[in-house]
C-alpha cells in the first residue's frame, strides 16, 4: 500500500528541554515493516533537511516548557504524538500517521526505547531499563493502567499506605512514623516539584490536610520531621532556637487530645494517620478530568524508589 509516512524529531540543546520538533513527510509502497525500517534507515538525514515546527501548546508546563522526561510521561500515556500536532496539521497528516519519532540532542539522534506502534511506552521498552546483576523494577503502569484508567489511589495504597499500617500494626511507630511523612515528603513532591529553598510539605499540608484539628501546625510538624528522620530526637535547630514548639507523638485509641508535658506538645499519632489519609483523598480528588495533573504525576512518580518487586 502506498502511503504517506513521516520521520518526526524533537530538538533538545541542553540534554533536558526540548526546544522545537520536526518533520519528515516519505511517500513509500510497502508492508508496514518495512516503511518502518525505511524511516529508521533515513533519520540521520531527515533530522538535517526535516522543517521544523513549534511545541503544541497543550503539552507545555506550568513554566511554559516540555522537558525530555515530561514528553515520555505524555508518550506512557498514549499521547506521544501531541507535541507534534502542529507540524501533522501543516502536512495534513492523516489522525494516526505511521511514524518514527526520534530524539535529537546536541545535534546527535538518541534512541530511548522502540515501541510498537499499537503499545504505549513502557520500561520493558527501554534497551537501558536492565542492569546486569540487578533485579529489575516492574513498570506501575502496567499493573495500576489498563489504558482507560489510573488508578492513582491503589498504586499510593500500595506503595506508601499498606508499609505504614504495617509496621504502625506490628508496634514499630517510629518507623511508621518515619514512613508516614516520607509519604508526605513524596506527595509534597509529585504536587509541586522541588523548588529551591521551599517547604513543599508544608505547603502540602496547609494546602490539603486538617491538621489543625491536633492543635500542632504543618511547620511543628515539619520539624518534628527533620528531627526524627535525620537524628531520632525532637531536638531540630529551629526548636532549639525556639522557633517552634517541640512536639511529639502518642499512642492512644482515636480522639484523644492533644496534651501538653515538661514542654512537649504530644499529638495521637493514631489521629494522625486519619488525617493524612483524608488529605490524601483531597489531593486525588483534584486529578479527576485533569490530563495535565496525570502528566505530571508520572512524570516525577517515574523518578520515585519503590519497594514493590
Not at 182 to 199: C, H, K, Q, V, Y
Request: hydrophobic content about 35%.
Amino acid at each position: 500500500m502506498n502511503e504517506v509516512i513521516f520521520n518526526l524529531f524533537y530538538f533538545c540543546e541542553d540534554g533536558k528541554h526540548i526546544k522545537d520538533v520536526g518533520i519528515s513527510c516519505h511517500e513509500c509502497e510497502g508492508t508496514d515493516a518495512e516503511k518502518l525500517e525505511f524511516l529508521k534507515n533515513n533519520i540521520i538525514s531527515d533530522a538535517q533537511l526535516c522543517t521544523h515546527y513549534p511545541i503544541h501548546p497543550f503539552t507545555l508546563d506550568e513554566k511554559g516548557m516540555l522537558t525530555i522526561d515530561r514528553f515520555i510521561a505524555n508518550a506512557r500515556i498514549g499521547n506521544s504524538l501531541q507535541p507534534f500536532e502542529i507540524a501533522l496539521e501543516a502536512v495534513n497528516a492523516p489522525q494516526s500517521p505511521l511514524h518514527v519519532f526520534t530524539a535529537i540532542v546536541n545535534g546527535i539522534p538518541r534512541v530511548d526505547a522502540t515501541v510498537p506502534a499499537n503499545e504505549q511506552f513502557r520500561r520493558k521498552h527501554n534497551p537501558n531499563a536492565e542492569v546486569e546483576g540487578v533485579k529489575v523494577m516492574p513498570d506501575y503502569l502496567e499493573q495500576y493502567s489498563d489504558g482507560n484508567s489510573f488508578k492513582i489511589k491503589k498504586l499510593l495504597i500500595d506503595d506508601h499506605v499498606t508499609p505504614i499500617h504495617l509496621l504502625f500494626n506490628n508496634k514499630h511507630y517510629l518507623s511508621s512514623f518515619k514512613l508516614l511523612v516520607s509519604f508526605i515528603d513524596t506527595m509534597a513532591f509529585i504536587e509541586l516539584g522541588n523548588p529551591p529553598r521551599s517547604a513543599v510539605f508544608v505547603q502540602w499540608m496547609d494546602k490539603y490536610s486538617e491538621l489543625p484539628k491536633l492543635g500542632i501546625t504543618s511547620k511543628d510538624l515539619y520539624e518534628l520531621r527533620n528531627s526524627l528522620l535525620h537524628m531520632t530526637n525532637l531536638n531540630s535547630h529551629k526548636v532549639i532556637r525556639g522557633e517552634a514548639q517541640r512536639i511529639s507523638y502518642s499512642i492512644a485509641p482515636k480522639g484523644t487530645p492533644t496534651r501538653e508535658h515538661e514542654g512537649i506538645t504530644f499529638f495521637n499519632y493514631t489521629d494522625l494517620i486519619d488525617i493524612i489519609e483524608d488529605a490524601m483523598d483531597r489531593w486525588l480528588n483534584t486529578y479527576t478530568d485533569n490530563y495535565e495533573k496525570i502528566v505530571t504525576f508520572i512524570e516525577r512518580y517515574d523518578t520515585i524508589v519503590r519497594d514493590n518487586y
